[in-house]
């Protein structure tokens, strides 16, 4: 890594990492974040290029071809994966470079990158967990089933990573979230 700081973070679906990380980016605007190419449709309301790059199975495969991606992953029948070039850029600029990404990719991460900070989003319960999946709504029965059955592998990795917030309140989660990002900057010689 050159100077800025890589942060990856993950949990499962529904775990509620997309409120925290928001949050967290409105209060702390040098944090950028790293948006993902995917081959899934699109939520209603997901804008392109915002919240994901949405292309097709075969245009993402094309990326993989050209070496594009810094790490990608097949999850739930859907690709995604990490456009290398804008985390280069913006590590090269010292920024902090957020990451949402699931297990895989972020092992893959940390092994190209071992300065990464990592963190794990948890639910309280599972119980909680099947609640928040099912609330959402947008999927179909057998991809929540799918997702919950994934979701609880993902919590086995979950001591793989440098901090674990286990997110009970979203206020309490995202200020952990700053105190962790504010720790690792002051750690970081090059920030
Ligand atoms: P969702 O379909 O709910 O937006 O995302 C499904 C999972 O894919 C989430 O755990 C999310 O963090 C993960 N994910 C999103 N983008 C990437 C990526 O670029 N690489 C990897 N490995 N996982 C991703």
Redesign the pocket.
């Known amino acids: 890594m050159k100077s800025g700081l890589l942060l990856v973070v993950?949990?499962?679906?529904g775990v509620g990492?997309g409120t925290v990380v928001s949050l967290a980016r409105e209060r702390n605007s040098d944090i950028v974040f790293?948006v993902?190419?995917?081959s899934?449709e699109p939520r209603p309301g997901e804008k392109d290029g915002e919240?994901?790059f949405f292309v097709s199975r075969e245009k993402f495969l094309e990326m993989v071809n050209e070496n594009m991606l810094l790490?990608?992953?097949e999850?739930?029948g859907?690709f995604?994966?990490?456009p290398r070039l804008y985390i280069e850029e913006q590590l090269e600029q010292g920024n902090i470079v957020l990451?949402?990404?699931?297990v895989?990719?972020?092992r893959?991460i940390k092994q190209q990158y071992p300065e990464c900070v990592s963190v794990f989003i948890t639910p309280p319960t599972v119980t909680e967990l099947r609640k928040r999946i099912t609330k959402r709504g947008t999927e179909s029965p057998e991809i929540i089933e799918k997702?919950m059955q994934r979701a609880i592998k993902?919590l086995e990795h979950m001591d793989n990573y440098d901090y674990i917030i286990k997110n009970e309140s979203v206020e309490e989660s995202v200020k952990q979230f700053l105190e962790i990002i504010e720790k690792e900057r002051k750690a970081n010689r090059n920030m």
Do not use: D, H, Q
């Not at 993950?10 to 679906?13: I, L, M, Q, T």
């Not at 990451?99 to 699931?102: D, R």
């Open positions: 993950s949990g499962p679906a990492k790293s993902s190419m995917t899934r919240n994901y790490e990608w992953v999850y739930c859907n995604y994966g990490t990451l949402e990404i699931e895989e990719g972020a893959n997702r993902e």
